[in-house]
């Protein structure tokens, strides 16, 4: 019978893929990250099609496209009914599957093909609210977290004692109860016990799932001392953005866009630095388990983060547009053990989205694809066997009146917004911080006009009606989850 590695999917919510010190990043520090990708390749132009939490775990899970996931915004309390299945794919191939951590599925303990499930999904939004949500949907009921949590550190713990909402993207305080009681701890924690009770006989795929660094943001203090006192570089503000805030739209401790309070924000930065820190420090603890327990060597590992976070990006805060700061994610492959016979410290520019993650799980695995998935195995590329990769990928993202579409290939990109018709194109390769807008560029008529052309396709027998194949349709109605 043909050997089959182990699979360890580490999955981290709402990190920027510029936030690796690899990559060079001028303030933060990643240096398990950083021999991950040395071990292995590093796919620099990797994006969340649909750049939030529901959509984007639904593509993780099932390898589909968001138009075939149907999750094409983000919608709470839809039932994830999918024929196919990442983990249950690997459970019909004999592994033993577990996920620990952040999985943000309905119900809330589909166990959505894993064998088991320890959950934390921190705290969400329809299953916090006492006065609506039933008493076995709530948090309370479903987190496996919080019980741990508060068996330690007393019955009066709750998700909230910082007074950080869920979204606070601006806002900071450091984690006051011991480092060890931290929720980034509880995944590592949890999965190496996981690596004492497994089944020996099997293979495990292994899904290590953080909620951080989406906010709170509540680093422990030692992480937070790390960059406090750094001198931190101001986002980037394009010539498109909003400069004024007449709303004072920035003090709301949750808000998507404003200018906010100059030392709130710094703060909040270097919050959000240190918890990636703090998720990479648990994660060589992590690996050193591993080495203890003698399947270090045995098991080919993924990085990847949901979708990233603007974190003041052209006054813009959180995720869901099409900014490189909120699409753009970190992507990493690593073979510590040579399982794979590929050249390692590789840097791969072709763009990829988070449908390949299952395809190309399963090809590692020698398991085979089904053909539900939309996804391409990404094991062929690092192989170099696929010259034909795709050229483009289409995202998009129901956001009220800034829903929208783009297309890209990771050196250029197409943005056009379905409710006001606007439309931006950005060079990345020049400008890769997304700062002008290229569209009143006579130089760039020929590129905007293919990527347009591309969009079209895209968007043919769309259900809201988008095109006739000739051109685009202004102010089609939108929704989050299509029929199916």
């Known amino acids: 019978m043909e050997s089959k590695p182990n699979v360890l999917l580490i999955m981290v919510d709402q990190m920027r893929a510029d936030c690796l ?71 019909k191939a004999g592994y033993h599957t577990q996920c620990i951590g952040k999985m943000h599925v309905y119900p809330t303990r589909n166990l959505c093909g894993y064998h088991n499930i320890l959950l934390h999904d921190g705290y969400m939004h ?27 550190a007393g019955a009066h713990v709750d998700l909230t004692d910082l007074g950080l909402d869920c979204n606070s993207s601006t806002v900071a305080r450091p984690w006051t109860l011991p480092e060890a009681l931290h929720p980034t701890n509880w995944v590592v924690t949890q999965s190496i016990d996981f690596l004492r009770r497994r089944d020996p006989t099997k293979p495990f795929f292994l899904n290590m799932s953080f909620v951080r660094p989406h906010p709170p943001f509540d680093p422990p203090q030692v992480y937070y001392d790390m960059y406090k006192d ?58 050193m388990a591993m080495q203890e327990y003698g399947v270090y060597d045995d098991t080919v590992i993924l990085f990847v983060s949901d979708h990233g976070e603007l974190l003041g990006d052209h006054n813009l805060f959180r995720k869901s547009l099409p900014y490189e700061g909120s699409a753009k994610v970190p992507f990493i492959i690593s073979d510590p053990g040579q399982l794979l016979n590929v050249e390692k410290n ?31 195995s990404l094991y062929t590329l690092w192989k170099k066997e696929d010259t034909t990769w795709r050229d483009y ?14 297309i890209t290939d990771g050196k250029d990109k197409y943005i056009w917004f379905s409710q006001t018709g606007e439309e931006q194109f950005f060079d990345l390769v020049k400008d890769p911080h997304e700062c002008v807008n290229l569209m009143p560029n006579s130089e760039y008529v ?6 347009r052309s591309q969009l079209i396709q895209e968007l043919i027998d769309r259900e809201e009606g ?16 299509l029929e199916q």
């Not at 590789?346 to 020698?366: C, F, G, K, S, Y």
């Open 21 to 91: 010190s690899i990559l060079d990043h001028p303030v933060v520090d990643t240096p398990n990250l950083d021999q991950l990708a040395r071990d292995g390749v590093l796919f620099k132009q990797a994006y969340a099609a649909t750049p939030s939490c529901v959509p984007a775990r639904a593509s993780v899970l099932t390898g589909m496209s968001q138009t075939s996931t149907g999750r094409v915004g983000y919608e709470d309390k839809v039932p994830w009914e999918y024929e196919h299945t990442m983990p249950d794919a690997f459970a």
């Open 126 to 152: 329809y299953n916090r609210f006492k006065h609506t949500t039933k008493t076995h949907e709530s948090f309370e009921q479903t987190d496996d977290y919080l019980p741990w949590l508060r068996e330690r």
């Open 230 to 287: 750094l001198e931190l570089s101001d986002p980037p503000i394009g010539d498109w953005a909003m400069t004024e805030d007449e709303e004072r739209a920035g003090l709301n401790p949750v808000t998507a866009k404003g200018k906010v309070p100059k030392q709130r924000l710094k703060q909040a930065q270097a919050a959000y630095y240190a918890l990636i820190t703090h998720i990479d420090h648990q994660i060589g603890r992590f690996l």
């Open 346 to 376: 590789t840097q791969l520019d072709q763009v990829t989205e988070l449908r390949d993650i299952m395809p190309t799980l399963l090809d590692i695995a020698h398991i085979a694809i089904p053909e539900t998935v939309d996804g391409k």
């Open 393 to 406: 990928i289409h995202g998009e993202h129901e956001h009220g009146v800034q829903s929208y579409h783009y």
């Open 446 to 451: 020929d590129r905007v006009n293919m990527r």
């Open 466 to 481: 988008y095109t006739d194949g000739k051109e685009l349709f202004v102010g089609r109605v939108v929704k989050p989850t």
